[in-house]
């Protein structure tokens, strides 16, 4: 079983919509969660980062978390074409060690 | 830009070549990483230093060679490297190595082993 699972996509949506990204982890000690986006031939760049149960909103971005279920969740309002990248979880499992997922790859059309 | 800078950003090596690849950050960060990102894989965690030490070694074949001289600069030096090795090699720094701490990445050097 891969520690971090996503859905290597492509995600479409229109422009405009809601985008929901989803990650779900092995490990149940994991303690935070982030999540990057990488355009193509660019470095992950993070977009959001999440310690506790519950939803975390910045501007157009929300992670979920839900520890029981072991899942972690981003959602982006109002998509824009320029969204349109690899999003990637990642879960520290302990002491920095920070696991990736295989990425989700958005999709939003004009 | 960037408060993470690695250089080259394109390497063409032979197997039997050796050269290094440079990190520096600029954030006043006290952890240091290498990344290897291979097509359709996951980031793989390669090394990572705090305070020059190295606290890491993701069971990495001895052909990669890291080098912390302080808590600015990261290197990697390769040696007689394999053509599985061609990558996208990707350097991250982040405050500490505490759990919480986000992982800020630099623009990745593009590694291509004829």
């Known amino acids: 079983q891969k520690e971090v699972e996503q859905n290597s996509g492509p995600l479409s949506v229109p422009e405009g919509a809601i985008a929901s990204l989803n990650c779900t982890y092995s490990?149940?000690?994991?303690?935070?969660f982030f999540w990057y986006r990488q355009y193509s031939g660019k470095s992950p760049e993070l977009i959001m980062f999440?310690?506790?149960?519950g939803d975390k909103e910045d501007g157009r971005f929300t992670a979920q978390l839900n520890k029981a279920s072991q899942y972690v969740s981003l959602l982006i309002r109002d998509s824009q074409p320029s969204d349109s990248a690899t999003y990637l979880c990642a879960v520290n499992t302990g002491f920095q060690k920070l696991v990736f997922g295989t990425g989700t790859r958005l999709l939003v059309s004009p | 830009e960037t408060g993470v800078t690695q250089t080259p950003r394109h390497l063409v090596m032979g197997m039997t070549n050796k050269k290094s690849l440079k990190c520096e950050q600029h954030l006043g960060h006290n952890a240091m990483y290498w990344y290897k990102q291979s097509a359709k894989k996951p980031l793989e965690l390669m090394f990572v230093?705090?305070?020059?030490?190295?606290?890491e070694n993701n069971s990495v074949p001895s052909r990669f060679s890291p080098e912390c001289p302080n808590s600015s600069h990261l290197f990697l030096h390769l040696h007689t490297l394999q053509p599985e090795d061609s990558a996208l090699y990707l350097c991250?720094?982040?405050?500490?190595?505490?759990?919480?701490?986000?992982?800020?990445f630099g623009d990745g050097t593009r590694l291509s082993i004829l």
């Open positions: 999440i310690y506790s149960n």
């Open positions: 490990d149940r000690g994991s303690q935070s």
């Open positions: 230093y705090s305070l020059e030490e190295r606290v």
């Open positions: 991250a720094s982040s405050q500490d190595v505490g759990s919480n701490q986000p992982q800020h």
